[in-house]
């Protein structure tokens, strides 16, 4: 399926209901033991081909038609699906890291990816490197001759620095080492990082995809065919299904993506104005603003910006204050996450996840969900007078 806009590639697709019973939702089908007509059909059986069953660990109709709809949105040709966001991450890691194999990642990457590099370079013979957000072309550098994949994300999801992904994956191409992107933030609707140079994008569909706040899942989608084999033995290898229940949980949240998308972005710019404005925040890092790091990336590579945003408090306010402001809030639910109907807050002590990190303040990141953006300014208010 081909079209221009995608906000109507997020409503249509191509799955045909059997004759007689066409409606709009793909059905969720379910299966573990699939059935082969004849022996010759079970032995002519290829796992890869997703047009038949050949085990249920491989997908289902409704696995497919998720992935199909997911590799157009970001205009990818090939996607596979995880169990989770950090599955997906796992998943390219294994597919393209082996011993004596180097690995760049961002010193703000998502945690748990940090961690995983962690796991690689203490018992897999893999050296994981962390760089500076901001180095743009300056990561030529650091490219060494086993350096086979370089990670990006845009922006980091705490700290917020947006990189240039197009000075990176060039200086990583002349390298020779394949980029990957964490495009979880932009939900692949307001970054489209194929444009820009990246050879993987990888979503957390747990978050905007989903919008409910209910399922874990995640995206690996590519362009060309041979990178998605070598992902898909990784797939296959380590057993990474997913529900044909949550495929559909998804599938059902997709039409409203882009619209849940722009008023959790408008909101969020709404309330960051608002904070910007106020003596006891010393930083808004909102890529769309022009004091966050990298804005100028943003402002050249994004369309939008979504609902996540960290502020940074004064210095003279100590992590003990902005505890009882964060534990002050009514609308704000205290979890990880984002991309639901409801609006988070978490804070987090950067400089204990950060090699680099300037600053005193405390951050304290947000999710604005769709609550209407002035009842959240009013409990901030009362928030931040109990600091
Ligand atoms: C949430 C998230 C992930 C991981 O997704 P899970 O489904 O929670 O494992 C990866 N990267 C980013 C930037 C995320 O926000």
Not at 5 to 13: A, G, M, R
Request: hydrophobic share 45%; aromatic share 10%.
């Amino acid at each position: 399926m081909k079209t221009t806009s995608p906000q109507t590639q997020l409503i249509h697709d191509a799955y045909q209901p059997p004759a007689g019973f066409a409606a709009f939702p793909t059905p969720i089908h379910h299966a573990s033991t699939v059935l082969f007509k004849d022996v010759a059909a079970m032995r002519s059986g290829d796992w890869k081909d997703k047009s038949a069953y050949t085990y249920g660990l491989h997908g289902t109709p409704t696995t497919f038609t998720l992935e199909a709809r997911l590799a157009a949105i970001e205009d990818g040709q090939f996607c596979l699906l995880a169990p989770s966001g950090l599955a997906a991450i796992a998943m390219v890691d294994f597919a393209l890291l082996k011993s004596g194999d180097d690995v760049l990642l961002p010193d703000n990457v998502y945690n748990p990816n940090r961690e995983l590099g962690r796991w690689l370079s203490a018992d897999f013979g893999i050296t994981a490197r962390y760089y500076d957000p901001m180095i743009g072309a300056g990561i030529a550098q650091l490219m060494q001759p086993n350096t086979k994949l370089v990670w990006t994300e845009a922006p980091g999801s705490v700290s917020m620095e947006v990189p240039d992904l197009p000075a990176i994956c060039k200086a990583a191409h002349a390298a020779g080492a394949l980029v990957a992107l964490d495009n979880t933030w932009s939900a692949g609707l307001a970054l489209r990082g194929f444009e820009h140079g990246v050879d993987i994008i990888m979503q957390a569909l747990t978050k905007y995809q989903s919008g409910g706040s209910d399922v874990l899942m995640g995206a690996v989608i590519t362009r060309e065919r041979a990178l998605n084999d070598r992902l898909a033995m990784a797939h296959m290898r380590l057993g990474m299904g997913v529900s044909a229940d949550d495929a559909y949980l998804v599938l059902r949240s997709l039409p409203t993506m882009q619209l849940r998308f722009a008023a959790h972005d408008a909101a969020a710019r709404k309330v960051a104005l608002w904070l910007k404005a106020r003596p006891e925040i010393a930083r808004v890092l909102h890529p769309a603003f022009a004091d966050c790091p990298g804005h100028e990336h943003w402002k050249r590579d994004f369309t939008g910006a979504g609902g996540l945003f960290s502020v940074v408090f004064d210095a003279r306010y100590s992590e003990e204050q902005t505890d009882r402001f964060v534990d002050s809030l009514a609308l704000f639910g205290i979890g990880y996450s984002w991309g639901g109907a409801n609006s988070l807050v978490m804070p987090y002590r950067v400089q204990a996840m950060r090699k680099d990190w300037k600053g005193a303040g405390v951050l304290v990141r947000f999710n604005i969900g769709l609550e209407e953006a002035d009842d959240l300014i009013a409990d901030l208010e009362q928030g931040l007078a109990r600091l």
